[in-house]
């Protein structure tokens, strides 16, 4: 499970999430709740539908909309059963489904949406409403794989570090989370050569050692400032040398981590 942080100027304690028809199996609204438990915050989930692309000749709006109605109607009864007095709330909206979900999310606590397809974080990066979501979106967005299910007692939560200076907002986020599961955080960088370099094994191996010296110097300095910041928080840091997607996955692997956290997409 994966997201993407932003910082919002303002803030409200509720967690939005998107659904379609696979709600059940999809696994993003049973992670929301999840979260939503664990802060004492309220649930809105979120239908969108672009009623544009279903003008064919063969749509029939009556039944359409019925069934929509429907789907909203299922998924707030399943809130209202399974997620507590939190004031719960389920919507139908019209629109493209990325601007909708962002719209309807701003100045939320966070947008949570599902991820079908693909069962790795590469899904990120080949468009879909997802990786349109995470690019819209001013807020943590979350994006959570099929089939999700609660993590393992003590699963940490890791957080990606890049080299742009600026993973403060998705540290932040990556800690909430540690915090309020009572679990370690880990703090991953993945550095490579520049593709300048060729892949020329002498010279990798020339400067090879300086680059990793000058990686675990700064992210050693990096992650001892967190420490200091969360003193009570269990941190731990892991540098590696690879593809920074696939390093990642392996890492994520490698510890179980229950969420993988990510900076967000930057304005160029």
């Not at 892949?199 to 020339?206: L, S, Y």
């Not at 110097?217 to 593809?243: M, N, S, T």
């Not at 996955?249 to 160029?268: M, S």
Request: include cysteine; hydrophobic fraction near 45%; glycine fraction near 8%.
């Amino acid at each position: 499970m994966s997201s993407t942080t932003r910082s919002p100027e303002i803030v409200h304690p509720v967690i939005q999430v998107g659904i379609d028809g696979a709600w059940r199996e999809a696994g993003a609204l049973a992670w929301a709740l999840h979260e939503s438990l664990l802060r004492g915050e309220p649930l809105h989930a979120v239908h969108v539908v672009e009623r544009k692309t279903q003008r064919t000749r063969y749509y029939e709006p009556v039944v359409t909309s019925q069934a929509e109605s429907e789907l909203v109607e299922d998924v707030r009864a399943w809130m209202k059963l399974n997620g507590e007095d939190l004031d719960h709330e389920a919507a139908l909206i019209d629109g493209p489904a990325a601007t909708g979900l962002t719209s309807a999310a701003r100045g939320s606590r966070m947008l949570v949406v599902g991820r079908r397809g693909m069962g790795s974080f590469k899904r990120l990066l080949l468009g879909s409403t997802s990786e349109a979501v995470t690019s819209l979106g001013q807020g943590p967005v979350v994006v959570v794989p099929a089939g999700w299910t609660a993590a393992a007692d003590r699963a940490p939560v890791m957080v990606a570090l890049d080299d742009s200076g600026e993973n403060e907002a998705a540290v932040e986020f990556a800690v909430e989370l540690a915090v309020e599961r009572n679990v370690p955080l880990w703090l991953v960088h993945v550095w490579d050569f520049p593709a300048v370099y060729g892949g020329n094994p002498d010279v990798e191996m020339a400067v090879g050692e300086d680059w990793r010296a000058t990686a675990d110097q700064h992210y050693a300095a990096v992650a001892q400032q967190w420490r200091h910041k969360y003193p009570e928080l269990e941190i731990e840091l892991d540098l590696r040398r690879g593809h920074a997607v696939e390093s990642l996955l392996e890492a994520a692997e490698a510890i179980h981590a229950q969420v993988l956290d990510r900076p967000g997409p930057r304005e160029c």
